[in-house]
T-cell receptor, first 112, second 116 residues
Framework: AQTVTQSQPEMSVQEAETVTLSCTYD???????LFWYKQPPSRQMILVIR??????QNATENRFSVNFQKAAKSFSLKISDSQLGDAAMYFC?????????FGAGTILRVKS | DTGVSQDPRHKITKRGQNVTFRCDPI?????LYWYRQTLGQGPEFLTY????????KSRLLSDRFSAERPKGSFSTLEIQRTEQGDSAMYLC??????????????FGPGTRLLVL
C-alpha cells in the first residue's frame, strides 16, 4: 500500500524568508506522480506543485520548488520569499491508481 | 471555469438521520472523486467515478454510504443512519479526461458534517 509521511506537524517562517516542508513516501510503482496541495483555513484545497517521478528535473512554480530524491523517496517543498498568504496547511500526496494518498499535513505559520 | 462546487457547505444533523451531499464538478471533467477529511488529518479516498460508472470504492465506504453520478455530471453522496463518527469534511474533486495517472485533481470547498 502507498503511504505518505509528513514528519513536521507545524512549521514557522519569517516573512520574506525561506522554509522547507518535508515529505517521504513509499510506493511499489515504477511511474508515479507526487503533489503538494495547500489548504488555507476554511478554504478549499489548491494544487501548489506536482512532480512526475520519471523526470530528473525538480519542478518549480514561481516561489515554490521541490527537492525530489527518488532513491530516498523524499519530496520536500521549498517556499522562497514567504508571504503572509502562504500561511496554510500543506499536504503532500502521491497518486496511487485512481486516488490520491495524502500525508497528515504540515501547518505553516508566517510571521510578519 | 467555475471550479468544483459542493452543497451544502455545512450540515448539522442528529444521530440516526440521513444526509445527502451534492458535488458539481468542473464542466467536461469526466472523473469525479469523494474524499473524507477528519480534523487535523489529510483527506482519505472514498470513491471514484469515471462518467457515470463507479469504478472504485474504499473500504471506508460502509454499507451506510452510497454515491451516485447518474448522468455523468453531478454526484451525490448519501449517508444513512448517521453516527457521530461520520462527523468530518467531505471533499469532492474532479479531473479531466486523460490517461489518468498524471491528471491533477481539483478540489471543491467541501461539506462539513457535524453529527450530534
Amino acid at each position: 500500500a502507498q503511504t505518505v509521511t509528513q514528519s513536521q506537524p507545524e512549521m514557522s517562517v519569517q516573512e520574506a524568508e525561506t522554509v522547507t516542508l518535508s515529505c517521504t513516501y513509499d510506493t511499489s510503482e515504477s511511474d508515479y506522480y507526487l503533489f503538494w496541495y495547500k489548504q488555507p483555513p476554511s478554504r478549499q484545497m489548491i494544487l501548489v506543485i506536482r512532480q512526475e517521478a520519471y523526470k530528473q528535473q525538480n519542478a518549480t512554480e514561481n516561489r515554490f520548488s521541490v527537492n525530489f530524491q527518488k532513491a530516498a523517496k523524499s519530496f520536500s517543498l521549498k517556499i522562497s520569499d514567504s508571504q503572509l498568504g502562504d500561511a496554510a496547511m500543506y499536504f503532500c500526496a502521491s497518486r496511487y491508481g485512481n486516488k490520491l494518498v495524502f500525508g497528515a499535513g504540515t501547518i505553516l505559520r508566517v510571521k510578519s | 471555469d467555475t471550479g468544483v462546487s459542493q452543497d451544502p457547505r455545512h450540515k448539522i444533523t442528529k444521530r440516526g438521520q440521513n444526509v445527502t451531499f451534492r458535488c458539481d464538478p468542473i464542466s467536461e471533467h469526466n472523473r469525479l472523486y469523494w474524499y473524507r477529511q477528519t480534523l487535523g488529518q489529510g483527506p482519505e479516498f472514498l470513491t471514484y467515478f469515471q462518467n457515470e460508472a463507479q469504478l472504485e470504492k474504499s473500504r471506508l465506504l460502509s454499507d451506510r454510504f452510497s454515491a451516485e453520478r447518474p448522468k455523468g455530471s453531478f454526484s451525490t453522496l448519501e449517508i444513512q443512519r448517521t453516527e457521530q463518527g461520520d462527523s468530518a469534511m467531505y471533499l469532492c474533486a474532479s479531473s479531466p479526461p486523460g490517461s489518468g495517472v498524471e491528471e491533477t485533481q481539483y478540489f471543491g470547498p467541501g461539506t462539513r458534517l457535524l453529527v450530534l
